[in-house]
């Protein structure tokens, strides 16, 4: 019995240590998971506008904008697209601000 316990303890602390979850404010007090997040683009492009409009019909699209103009798209890995007032080089800095402040490199 105890080396099964000993053997979830182990599992139980090398999960605890490869999925730190981090968070990052896309604005407004919007947080998505800097884990989840594959690309940060300008909605400028029609590719970009294609994917916006696909997410919609899919039923994956966040609108995080609170109205205001779109300014960066965010895909996820699980297919969501997050839209944001905020620029994408102020999102990407946000990234690396909070890698450096958790001591990743």
């Known amino acids: 019995m105890s ?8 599992q139980k602390s090398h999960v605890g240590n490869t999925m730190d979850i981090k968070l ?7 947080i998505v ?6 690309a940060i ?5 029609a590719p970009i ?12 699209l966040i609108d995080a904008t609170y109205g205001r ?4 798209v965010i895909i996820s890995d ?3 697209v997050v839209l944001s007032a905020i620029q994408p080089e102020t999102v990407a800095n946000r990234f690396v601000v909070s890698k450096d402040a958790n001591g990743d490199n």
């Open 41 to 45: 683009v300008s909605p400028e492009s």
């Open 78 to 80: 699980s297919g969501h």
């Open 24 to 30: 990052i404010n896309i604005g407004f007090g919007n």
């Open 3 to 10: 080396s099964i316990n000993n053997q979830l303890a182990s």
């Open 69 to 72: 103009r779109t300014r960066a």
């Open 33 to 38: 998971s800097a884990n989840r997040v594959i």
């Open 49 to 60: 506008k294609r994917v916006i409009n696909d997410a919609r019909d899919r039923g994956q």
